[in-house]
């Protein structure tokens, strides 16, 4: 059994970064991933970014890419999320999710993870 607490959510102006933190409890492994999707009201949820715990393979969703940046923090053993430039379409709840075995291929499935976090929200106005 994993649990994610998230945390960093909040409002931030157009332009400007944010930090999302995502704490797992349980046992973890090297091979299991660790994503961020995220889902803004009336749409489904979207991947985000994914991360092998490890931290030797990523994946970014092409509407991120070049701005955020997911990174494990070995000292606080949490998998961050840093966004950049944000924009209006980044507004929404971000979900870190966790699976057992991390692939690029299927990091932006949703199903694919077992586990689920409750969510921070995002807000970015202009």
């Known amino acids: 059994q994993v649990r994610l607490v998230e945390s960093g959510g909040g409002v931030v102006q157009a332009g400007g970064s944010l930090k999302l933190s995502c704490a797992p409890s349980g046992r973890i492994f090297s091979r299991n991933g660790m994503s961020w999707f995220r889902q803004a009201p009336g749409k489904d949820r979207q991947f985000v970014a994914g991360?092998?715990?490890?931290?030797?393979?990523?994946r970014y969703a092409d509407s991120v890419q070049g701005r955020f940046t997911i990174s494990r923090d070995n000292t606080k053993d949490t998998v961050d999320l840093h966004m950049n430039n944000l924009k209006a379409e980044d507004t929404g709840v971000y979900y870190c999710a966790s699976n057992l075995v991390f692939d690029v291929r299927t990091a932006p499935v949703a199903k694919a993870y077992a586990y689920w976090g409750q969510g921070t929200t995002v807000t970015v106005v202009s």
């Open positions: 991360i092998r715990w490890g931290g030797d393979s990523t």
